[in-house]
C-alpha cells in the first residue's frame, strides 16, 4: 500500500497555475512533517517545499527558485497536503513526489532543510509539463 497518494499534476502553458495534492493513506494521524519534492530524469530529487506541525504552530520552508511561486499547506480536518503552483515556468517540469517522516523521528530544522535523506515515506508521483 502506497501510504501518500499524489494527484493534481497536469499539462499547463508558462504562467499557469497547478494545485497538487497529496493524501496520506492507512494512517489515522497526522505527519509532522511532510513536503514537496521534484525530480526529472537524470537529475537527483530535490525538495522543493516542506512543512513541519508542532501543536498549532506551523513552518514552512521553501527552495529559493520556488520562492513567492509555490505555496504549502495543510488541509487540518484531512491531513490533505497541498502545492498551489503559480506563475510556473518550463524549468519546473519534472515528477512532483509527495514524502513525509515517520511520526516523532524529526525536528523543525531537520524537516526544514528539505533534505530528501530525511524522509521516510514517499508516493509514486505526479508529473507537471510546463510548456513555452
Known amino acids: 500500500q502506497v501510504p501518500l497518494v499524489e494527484s493534481g499534476g497536469g499539462s499547463v502553458q508558462s504562467g499557469g497555475s497547478l494545485r497538487l495534492s497529496c493524501v496520506p493513506s492507512g494512517y489515522n494521524g497526522r505527519y509532522d512533517c511532510i513536503g514537496w519534492f521534484r525530480q526529472v530524469p537524470g537529475k537527483e530529487r530535490e525538495g522543493v517545499a516542506t512543512f513541519y506541525r508542532t501543536g498549532t504552530t506551523t513552518y514552512a520552508s521553501y527552495a529559493d527558485y520556488v520562492q513567492g511561486r509555490l505555496t504549502i499547506s495543510q488541509d487540518n480536518g484531512e491531513n490533505t497536503l497541498y502545492l498551489q503552483m503559480n506563475s510556473l515556468k518550463p524549468e519546473d517540469t519534472a515528477m512532483y513526489y509527495c514524502?513525509?517522516?515517520?511520526?516523532?523521528?524529526?525536528?523543525?530544522?531537520?524537516?526544514?532543510?528539505?533534505?530528501?535523506?530525511?524522509?521516510?515515506?514517499w508516493g509514486q508521483g505526479t508529473q507537471v509539463t510546463v510548456s513555452s
Open positions: 514524502a513525509a517522516t515517520a511520526p516523532y523521528s524529526t525536528n523543525r530544522d531537520s524537516c526544514l532543510s528539505r533534505q530528501t535523506n530525511s524522509f521516510d515515506y
